[in-house]
């Protein structure tokens, strides 16, 4: 699923910009968590972190995992060290107030699959 896609169904707001908007790949697979340790034992191309978790340890962790894009469920906003950390990584981030649930089920009813 593209970007664009995914934030039209989700109503998100992409919270790094144009680096969201112009994104060309798309995303095959999901993960929801908000344990960051969890998120590290990933290895799947194309995922996206669906997470409640808002911090800078999110964004260090999904670095890491090679992740490129985040969506903050439950109504969540990234702050400015998020925000700044991600454009540096060339991680979007995504904001919602859906639910973890409901973010979920969308994007699989889009297509996206789960990894496990």
């Known amino acids: 699923m593209h970007i664009n896609e ?34 590290l034992r990933l290895s799947t191309d194309n ?16 670095e890491m995992a090679e992740i490129k894009l985040v969506i903050l469920a439950r109504g969540k906003k990234a702050d400015d060290s998020m925000i700044e950390l991600a454009k540096e990584n060339d991680i979007c981030i995504l904001e919602t107030d859906y ?11 889009g297509g996206v699959k789960p990894i496990y």
């Not at 680096?19 to 968590?33: G, N, Q, T």
């Not at 997470?51 to 999904?62: A, F, P, W």
């Not at 639910?99 to 009813?109: H, Q, T």
């Open 6 to 39: 995914i934030i039209k169904i989700l109503d998100a707001t992409p919270v790094t910009g144009e680096l969201c908007k112009h994104r060309e790949e798309d995303f095959h697979y999901a993960f929801s968590s908000d344990l960051m340790s969890d998120v």
């Open 47 to 62: 995922t996206i972190l669906i997470t409640g978790l808002c911090n800078v340890q999110t964004i260090r962790t999904v």
């Open 99 to 109: 639910s973890v649930y409901k973010v979920s089920g969308e994007l699989y009813s």
